[in-house]
């Protein structure tokens, strides 16, 4: 299935194909910063899984840390997408996609959050094992 998204002024347009590989919460500070908000929904895909359909000349990109390469569209300045070298995977915002029902299985970097949820998942100290972190989880 594909999913169509806009930026905030609609002049950047991307299309995600598939199923995310992951769908969650991140509570790092530098997704908060980003985001404006407590919280950054997240949705992961394999870079192939992503395209941008049109506006590509108007994507600028900010880079803070080697983790994280942030697409923003220069126009509005809304946020687009994510790329993470290290993980091989680009997080599209959950609320660029619409159409895509967001169903969220984790929380990371839960050791920094600012607004503590108590909905039953896995909350990650960082990140799993599996991608660079200590794969520890915290209690609710």
Not at 26 to 38: I, N, T, V
Not at 88 to 100: Q, R
Not at 125 to 134: I, N, R, V, Y
Request: aromatic share 8%; net charge negative; hydrophobic share 40%.
């Amino acid at each position: 299935m594909a999913h169509i998204g806009h930026c905030f002024c609609g002049a950047v347009e991307l299309e995600v194909t598939g199923s995310p590989e992951a769908m969650g919460y991140c509570h790092c500070l530098s997704c908060r910063s980003w985001s404006g908000g407590p919280v950054n929904a997240f949705s992961l895909w394999k870079p192939e899984a992503v395209r941008v359909t049109s506006g590509a000349e108007h994507i600028a990109t900010f880079q803070k840390t080697p983790l994280s390469q942030r697409q923003y569209c220069m126009k509005c300045g809304g946020h687009v997408m994510t790329n993470h070298p290290p993980f091989g995977m680009i997080d599209v915002f959950a609320a660029m996609i619409p159409t895509l029902e967001f169903v969220a299985a984790i929380h990371v970097n839960y050791a920094q959050t600012v607004l503590p949820m108590r909905d039953g998942l896995p909350k990650m100290k960082d990140f799993p094992a599996e991608l660079g972190g200590s794969g520890e989880t915290i209690a609710e």
